[in-house]
């Protein structure tokens, strides 16, 4: 009767541990402002943690399909290459604040050193990294100069 009660206890121990291991893993990180969620994304971006860098993501499926894309190139690199990027320091060069909810961030890492621009967003009191922007922007660029170069005509 005794182990019973002894086995009993034991497993409503490991019932309700598990049920709080579980709902650790499932919150998901937060960053504190802008410049912190687009440093946790790039930097768990970086060192190959997609799982980590989504939670800091925008949840749509244009930036999943980008995002998804970017993972299956990283994946390609051989070892030392991303080695390299884990290694890597993350620049910030210029933080734009559009409003109070959108911030334009450009950045480079210290092994590619070239410029990459992301947008983070307020949303729902949580910042996130609207990845697509990194190739929406240049596009809006592109198209802003054929539309000027169209009207000249």
């Given at each position: 009767?005794?182990?019973?009660?002894?086995?009993?206890?034991?497993?409503?121990?490991?019932?309700?541990?598990?049920?709080?291991?579980?709902?650790?893993?499932?919150?998901?990180?937060?960053?504190?402002?802008?410049?912190?969620?687009?440093?946790?994304?790039?930097?768990?971006?970086?060192?190959?943690?997609?799982?980590?860098?989504?939670?800091?993501?925008?949840?749509?499926?244009?930036?999943?399909?980008?995002?998804?894309?970017?993972?299956?190139?990283?994946?390609?690199?051989?070892?030392?290459?991303?080695?390299d990027y884990r290694d890597a320091s993350l620049n910030i060069h210029e933080v734009k604040p559009v409003n109070d909810s959108v911030t334009i961030i450009i950045y480079s890492n210290s092994f590619k050193k070239d410029h990459d621009?992301?947008?983070?967003?307020?949303?729902?009191?949580?910042?996130?990294?609207?990845?697509?922007?990194?190739?929406?922007?240049?596009?809006?660029?592109?198209?802003?100069?054929?539309?000027?170069?169209?009207?000249?005509?």
């Amino acid at each position: 009767m005794k182990k019973n009660i002894i086995l009993s206890l034991l497993f409503l121990h490991f019932c309700f541990y598990g049920c709080n291991n579980q709902d650790e893993q499932e919150t998901a990180p937060t960053s504190e402002n802008d410049i912190d969620a687009a440093r946790n994304f790039i930097r768990a971006s970086l060192n190959g943690d997609y799982d980590k860098a989504k939670s800091y993501m925008l949840k749509d499926s244009t930036n999943n399909q980008f995002f998804d894309a970017y993972e299956r190139n990283f994946t390609t690199l051989d070892g030392e290459q991303r080695r390299d990027y884990r290694d890597a320091s993350l620049n910030i060069h210029e933080v734009k604040p559009v409003n109070d909810s959108v911030t334009i961030i450009i950045y480079s890492n210290s092994f590619k050193k070239d410029h990459d621009t992301l947008k983070v967003v307020r949303l729902n009191n949580e910042w996130l990294v609207d990845f697509k922007y990194l190739f929406q922007h240049n596009m809006d660029t592109l198209q802003t100069t054929l539309n000027k170069t169209d009207t000249s005509k």
